[in-house]
């Protein structure tokens, strides 16, 4: 999120100042590096929500002894298409990308491979992990349950389910991939702490305050449920994608779920389930990827609305901001700036 008062870092900065952090935290380089790249990839898509506005949480966390900061990743069960990954209590972005790697290479073979994973931590935006496959003539699926539970059944006045985001990641030929990542709220949790951090208000239908009432106030969002997309059909989205995350490996759901920001004794157990699709085992890849981009273009060339002067498919438009966050530097706000500094000069570093 942009705002006049942002100040832009450029990519390589920022990386070399929180992989510095982590470090600090014993997370080894090798390990901080794809940590870090995780999240800087989610600011240059312009996905604030799941960038380092996390950071200071996670190092937080690392530093409560909450979460291991080495990690012995394993297979504790599989066959040739599967596995349940144990992630150690890990960073969740390093989990995730692993377990994600086992799904690439099972279905490498050619076979459809789908890989559960428990005992790992928020793992950030789920579009980084279902892009993995885009490159291996792939379609790729990653699912998780949220960190907090902050989404009330459908007629319930208590939270015990998360947003459960999910992507998905379409490879195309000469069209940029068509990758889906939401949450099944109106908004991700994480917009309304960026609005929060920023005092700026949100619209009302993306949440209810403690009252149970609509609000624009971040703060008092925070305090309150989000609200399901779509009404009663997000809410069962949300359930769904919760159970598909969590029933397949042992992770925990529902009541078991603590709260990342509140809890710093009891490990989180979050997990996730990650998919590939190998393209050439249902079609030919040269004819899959031009029936992709004839697609793209149909939805794209449609007659637009009065105003609108161009039509986007998802990812479309984080793929642009990434190109130009690259060329002139990731638009910081200066509340999130704060916090890392004052983070950094916890352990004498400076962004």
């Not at 999130?336 to 950094?344: A, H, K, M």
Request: proline residues 6%.
């Amino acid at each position: 999120m942009e705002t006049n008062q942002s100040e832009r870092i450029g990519e390589r900065a920022l990386k070399r100042f929180c992989t510095e952090i982590l470090m600090k935290v014993e997370v080894p380089r090798e390990d901080a590096v794809e940590i870090i790249d995780n999240l800087v990839e989610a600011d240059l898509r312009g996905v604030s929500s799941h960038g380092v506005m996390r950071f200071p949480i996670y190092v937080e966390r690392l530093r409560a002894g909450v979460v291991n900061p080495r990690p012995k990743i394993r297979i504790v069960r599989e066959t040739g298409s599967t596995a349940v990954v144990d992630g150690d209590n890990g960073m969740g972005q390093f989990v995730g990308k692993r377990a994600m790697q086992v799904a690439i290479d099972k279905g490498s073979s050619g076979d459809c491979s789908f890989v559960a994973v428990r005992n790992s931590n928020h793992f950030g935006a789920a579009a980084y992990y279902s892009s993995m496959a885009v490159a291996h003539e792939m379609i790729g699926l990653s699912f998780t349950i949220g960190g907090i539970n902050h989404m009330t059944p459908w007629g319930g006045a208590e939270a015990i389910l998360g947003n459960n985001p999910f992507s998905v990641a379409l490879p195309a030929g000469e069209e940029l991939p068509v990758v889906l990542d939401m949450a099944c709220s109106v908004a991700a949790r994480g917009k309304i702490m960026v609005a929060a951090k920023d005092h700026t208000p949100i619209p009302d239908d993306w949440a209810v305050g403690p009252d149970g009432q609509p609000t624009t106030d971040p703060h008092e969002a925070l305090k309150g449920f989000v609200l399901p997309v779509g009404g009663p059909k997000g809410y069962a989205l949300t359930l769904v994608i919760g159970l598909l995350s969590t029933m397949l490996s042992g992770a925990f759901f529902g009541s078991e779920v603590t709260h990342m920001y509140d809890d710093f004794e009891q490990p989180q157990n979050i997990g996730h389930l990650f998919g590939v699709l190998p393209i050439a085992s249902f079609e030919s890849v040269q004819s899959y990827k031009a029936r992709m981009d004839k697609a793209i273009r149909e939805v794209r060339n449609v007659k637009r609305a009065p105003g609108v002067e161009r039509i986007y498919l998802p990812g479309e438009r984080e793929h642009l901001l990434a190109e130009e966050y690259r060329r002139s530097g990731i638009p910081m706000p200066p509340t999130v700036l704060t916090e890392l500094r004052d983070l950094g000069r916890q352990f004498g570093l400076k962004l």
